[in-house]
């Protein structure tokens, strides 16, 4: 079992930059993909990022293309999000979750943190 917190969520300004982390508990972390996903008020969740377990696959949604960077340590536990350029449409309560699967769909994910609030003010 996968236990994560997700952290450094704030109140940022249009174009500034924020980073977040999903650390995890669990010997085996090393051996999950990890996503990031989104949820705006009246919103649906949806999908920002993912990484393969060993960190040499990435794959982004477009909206966040270019000015989002998904990365992890293992030796750390823990999975990073840079976000940079950012925009009001980015607010949103973000979420890390782990799956043993290669995908972006919310059900393929087994193990979801509390999620951290992001508001980006125009």
């Known amino acids: 079992q996968v236990q994560l917190v997700e952290s450094g969520g704030g109140l940022v300004q249009t174009g500034d930059s924020l980073r977040l982390s999903c650390a995890a508990s669990?010997?085996?972390?090393?051996?999950?993909?990890i996503g990031w996903f989104r949820q705006a008020p009246g919103k649906e969740r949806e999908f920002v990022a993912r990484?393969?377990?060993?960190?040499?696959?990435?794959y982004y949604a477009n909206s966040v293309k270019g000015r989002f960077t998904i990365s992890r340590d293992n030796a750390k536990n823990t999975v990073y999000l840079q976000m940079n350029s950012l925009k009001p449409e980015d607010t949103a309560v973000y979420y890390c979750?782990?799956?043993?699967?290669?995908?972006?769909?919310?059900?393929?994910?087994?193990?979801w943190g509390q999620g951290t609030q992001v508001t980006v003010s125009s």
């Open positions: 669990g010997r085996t972390f090393s051996r999950y993909a």
């Open positions: 990484i393969s377990a060993s960190g040499g696959s990435k």
């Open positions: 979750a782990a799956t043993r699967e290669a995908s972006t769909l919310i059900v393929s994910y087994d193990y």
